[in-house]
């Protein structure tokens, strides 16, 4: 079983439409997590870095983390077509702060 | 642009060469990480180093090595290369060695073993 387990997708939704994703972890000694974006086998971009539990909003991006059911998300409001890409969520601990563990990633399609 | 650079951007090779892949973290930064995305293990730590120093290392394989040189920019020798070994390469830097602050990405480097 991965560490980090998440949705490949593809996800699809509408332009305007609120983008739902969410990652799942096995690692206790995970304390820093982060939502990168990824276009076309690009370098990932950093979208949202958060520490430990609780609510982390940048625009129209919400990241959440719930480290008692060891469950991120990341919600995207307002989605655009420029939004379609992949989203990987990351994270790393106590046992080694530098090694980050990626999801597999998610495929947003939004259609305008 | 995250402000890290690779090169080169491609590259095409045959089973059992070696090739070298350079990277040059965003300034300021000290810690250098190598990454390796394959379409079937997805996006995997190989290593890292902080201010000319391994520091941490994740499933690299032997043939794998690193280093970090003085001005802080770093290579990653891949030898006895073999098919499976294709996959984009990514480098990126942060300012800390506990790998406690943001990874910034590099555009990667698009390895092909033929």
């Known amino acids: 079983q991965k560490e980090v387990e998440q949705d490949p997708g593809p996800l699809s939704v509408p332009e305007g439409a609120i983008v739902s994703l969410n990652c799942t972890y096995s690692?206790?000694?995970?304390?820093?997590f982060m939502w990168y974006r990824q276009y076309s086998r690009k370098g990932p971009e950093l979208l949202m870095y958060?520490?430990?539990?609780g609510n982390k909003e940048d625009g129209r991006f919400t990241a959440q983390v719930d480290k008692s059911s060891k469950y991120i998300s990341l919600f995207i409001r307002d989605s655009q077509p420029s939004d379609s890409a992949t989203y990987l969520c990351?994270?790393?601990?106590?046992?080694?702060?530098?090694?980050?563990?990626f999801g597999a990633g998610t495929q947003v399609v939004v259609t305008p | 642009d995250s402000g890290v650079t690779q090169t080169p951007k491609h590259l095409i090779t045959a089973t059992g060469q070696r090739v070298t892949l350079r990277c040059s973290p965003r300034?300021?930064?000290?810690?250098v990480y190598w990454y390796q995305q394959s379409l079937d293990q997805g996006l995997q730590f190989l290593i890292q180093y902080y201010n000319g120093e391994e520091r941490a290392k994740g499933n690299i394989l032997e043939r794998f090595s690193a280093q970090q040189f003085p001005d802080l920019h770093s290579e990653l020798n891949l030898s006895s290369l073999e098919l499976g070994d294709s996959a984009l390469y990514f480098c990126a830097s942060s300012v800390g060695g506990q790998g406690i602050g943001e990874q910034y990405f590099g555009p990667g480097t698009r390895l092909t073993v033929t």
């Open positions: 958060t520490y430990s539990s």
């Open positions: 300034s300021g930064d000290l810690s």
């Open positions: 690692n206790s000694a995970f304390q820093y």
């Open positions: 990351a994270m790393s601990g106590t046992d080694s702060w530098g090694k980050l563990q």
